[in-house]
């Protein structure tokens, strides 16, 4: 007997799933900038400070260069001492929070996000102020307000940025409201009229009281001419 074998049938070739591969986030301070023929980024970055708290996410498409337009291979973030930083304005007051976004002279065309992100315990020092990011301007020596997004469910502030240096968290005093200063108004007693009405009547009456009192001092008992008159 002769068996003929059934050939297998062909099963068809998987096709592998592509794998997504995330922004990666650099804990320790420095990022390599993965750049495309444009010397632009080719994919998104995080880089994080060491102490886990600033973060600067850059976007695919970021020209990232030096003073001279020359391109960036890496970017970096550390903690600033808050003893080295210069010119601290009194309002807004320094919140204790610095970083160095480094090289000082790195361009980011376009901006970046600088992302400050809070534990609740550290939160919670930082709850309910009116919190705003700064940047410290060497030419001038100030301190420049960004604008500043505040994130209280997220614990986080963020503020886009465009060139490297130092940066801080702030917070605004609260206004105290002024004052209204209530003039003391001196009281001006009324002028009474005087009562002339009242004044004629006493007057009458002590005319009329004089009249009677004369009356009876002319007139009194025994003064009367007998009777009969006068003798002849």
Request: aromatic share 6%; no cysteine; proline share 13%.
């Amino acid at each position: 007997m002769t068996v003929t074998a059934t050939p297998s049938p062909t099963l068809p070739t998987a096709t592998p799933t592509p794998t997504v591969t995330p922004a990666p986030t650099t804990p320790a301070g420095t990022g390599t900038l993965p750049l495309g023929p444009d010397n632009r980024t080719s994919q998104p970055v995080t880089v994080g400070s060491y102490d886990g708290i600033a973060t600067i996410s850059i976007g695919i498409g970021v020209a990232v260069t030096g003073t001279n337009g020359t391109p960036l291979a890496d970017i970096s973030i550390f903690p600033v001492n808050p003893a080295d930083l210069s010119n601290l304005p009194v309002d807004p007051a320094f919140a204790g929070y610095a970083y160095l976004v480094s090289p000082e002279g790195a361009q980011f065309d376009p901006e970046v996000l600088l992302t400050l992100s809070f534990t609740p315990e550290e939160w919670a020092a930082l709850s309910g102020r009116d919190l705003v990011l700064m940047r410290y301007d060497p030419a001038s020596g100030s301190w420049v307000p960004l604008p500043t997004s505040v994130d209280a469910a997220g614990r986080t502030v963020i503020t886009g940025i465009s060139q490297g240096g130092t940066y801080g968290l702030f917070a605004r005093q609260p206004a105290t409201p002024a004052q209204t200063v209530v003039p003391v108004t001196t009281a001006v007693p009324e002028e009474v009229p005087l009562p002339w009405t009242l004044i004629l009547i006493i007057v009458v009456v002590v005319i009329i009281g004089a009249g009677v009192a004369v009356y009876f001092l002319k007139v009194r008992p025994g003064a009367r001419e007998p009777p009969g008159g006068n003798e002849i």
